[in-house]
């Protein structure tokens, strides 16, 4: 059974720092390209970042450009989600989700996007 997991979600004050992880199991995402998306209540979901399965090529919105930080381990079928300065407009679920494509605009274009996570909750007080 292919599982997204997501963690590192929690409460943190404006201007604080979280890091996601999205382990992969039951699928080794080596070659695929890989990305965050969020979802606000009330909101349609958004792409956060992407990067492609070398780890060497990044996209992110432009609403996080500058503060959030896409990364990958791929000895540890893992992605990460550095969020530094955080804004309370930042407060959404967020979900990983990988591509069956390596390119990062794959997950950028939504093309392909076979596995979801359950999503973490980030919550950023004013």
């Known amino acids: 059974q292919v599982q997204l997991v997501e963690s590192g979600g929690g409460l943190v004050q404006a201007g604080g720092s979280l890091r996601l992880s999205c382990a992969a199991s039951?699928?080794?995402?080596?070659?695929?390209?890989m990305g965050w998306f969020r979802q606000a209540p009330g909101r349609e979901r958004e792409i956060v970042a992407a990067i492609n399965w070398k780890g060497e090529q990044t996209y992110y919105a432009d609403s996080v450009k500058g503060r959030f930080t896409i990364s990958r381990e791929n000895t540890k079928n893992t992605v990460y989600l550095q969020m530094n300065s955080l804004k309370p407009e930042d407060t959404a679920v967020y979900y990983c989700a990988a591509s069956r494509y390596g390119g990062y605009f794959s997950v950028v274009n939504q093309d392909g996007m076979d596995y979801w996570g359950k999503g973490t909750l980030v919550t950023v007080s004013s």
């Open positions: 039951g699928l080794t995402v080596t070659y695929n390209a």
